[in-house]
Structure formats: C-alpha cells, structure tokens
C-alpha cells in the first residue's frame, strides 16, 4: 500500500514492477475484463472479497451452534453471497453483544423461525433474552348447551304413508 508501480503488458501477459523488482504477472485480459488472485487479499478480507460463503458460515459456528445454525438460515439461498451482509451483521452482534448471548437469541429465534438480523438486534438491545417457556394446554370449556348425541340423530326411515295415499294417476 502507498508505493508506485509500473506496468508492462504484451500480449499474453501483464507484468508488475516494484522499483524495477517483478513482483506480479497476470494473464491479459480483454477490454473491461479482470484477472483476480486470491493470494492478493489479506486473509481477513478474503471471505468476503473472494464470496467465501463457508468460510462465512465457519466463523458464525465459532461463536456458537445456534449462531451457526442461524448463518445457514440466512445463507440458504440460491444467491448466498447476496446475503453475506447479513452474516456480517450477525458477527458483530456476537462481537458487541457476546457469544453466549448472541447464541442464546438465536436459539429464541430459531425457534420462533424468525430470520432477521434487524429484529435479534432489537432482542439483544432491549435485555435480556428469556427463554421460550410453553403455554400450558387451552382448556375448552364445555359448551353451555351441550346436548347427548341421540337429540341430533336423524330417523333412518322417512314418514310412513298410508297404503291408500299412493298416487295411482
């Protein structure tokens, strides 16, 4: 970084000269075209520049199972890269907040399938994150007017009819 480089292309290669030392070659590339080496980025800026979307999720399971698993969520699309701010956010949660609690609203989340980074933050932000207790059973009343079954069954036979009353027309 800060130094000057000079250049020299023909026409299969570019080459990279520090103060006359070669320190780079690259394939020629067409007009508008780039030729990328992963080696160039320094290692924490790798993940991102290079869509390492594993990596990503690697670094989420560090600081937990469920934030492990809460990455996945968010990365479980058919474009994951598009949503690898997301995770980012996700880890500066953890970083911020802790990893044993960023773990534990995710854990809530999870359970809740809510998949926001905004609305965890918002968990986060407004306390502590109690657990998800369950609701004791609904326990339906009976009915006011509750009636035995046999007021509601139906004849199984019609009305019987006088022989005479047939119509003979």
Same mark, same amino acid.
């Given at each position: 970084?800060?130094?000057?480089?000079?250049?020299?292309?023909?026409?299969?290669?570019?080459?990279?000269?520090?103060?006359?030392?070669?320190?780079?070659?690259?394939?020629?590339?067409?007009?508008?075209?780039?030729?990328?080496?992963?080696?160039?980025?320094?290692?924490?800026?790798?993940?991102?520049?290079? =869509?390492? &979307?594993? #990596? !990503?999720?690697?670094? +989420?399971?560090? *600081? @937990? /199972? %469920?934030?492990?698993?809460? $990455?996945?969520?968010?990365?479980?699309?058919?474009?994951?890269?598009?949503?690898? =701010?997301? &995770?980012? #956010? !996700?880890?500066?949660? +953890?970083?911020? *907040? @802790? /990893? %044993?609690?960023?773990?534990? $609203?995710?854990?809530?989340?999870?359970?809740?399938?809510?998949?926001?980074?905004? =609305?965890?933050?918002?968990? !986060?932000?407004?306390?502590?994150?109690?657990?998800?207790?369950?609701?004791?059973?609904?326990?339906?009343?009976?009915?006011?007017?509750?009636?035995?079954?046999?007021?509601?069954?139906?004849?199984?036979?019609?009305?019987?009819?006088?022989?005479?009353?047939?119509?003979?027309?």
């Amino acid at each position: 970084m800060g130094h000057t480089l000079s250049a020299r292309a023909d026409q299969q290669l570019v080459r990279f000269y520090q103060r006359g030392l070669l320190i780079k070659t690259h394939p020629r590339q067409p007009p508008g075209g780039r030729s990328i080496d992963a080696s160039d980025y320094p290692p924490e800026r790798s993940v991102y520049a290079l =869509r390492n &979307v594993t #990596a !990503l999720q690697q670094q +989420a399971t560090s *600081y @937990g /199972a %469920a934030v492990g698993r809460f $990455a996945a969520a968010l990365l479980d699309s058919p474009l994951p890269w598009t949503r690898m =701010r997301r &995770v980012y #956010a !996700l880890l500066g949660l +953890a970083r911020r *907040y @802790g /990893a %044993a609690r960023v773990n534990d $609203a995710c854990t809530i989340a999870l359970a809740a399938e809510m998949l926001d980074v905004h =609305r965890l933050k918002r968990m !986060l932000e407004l306390g502590q994150v109690l657990p998800i207790t369950s609701s004791p059973a609904r326990v339906i009343p009976l009915a006011r007017f509750l009636r035995p079954a046999s007021q509601y069954a139906l004849p199984l036979a019609g009305p019987e009819r006088p022989e005479g009353d047939a119509d003979d027309h």
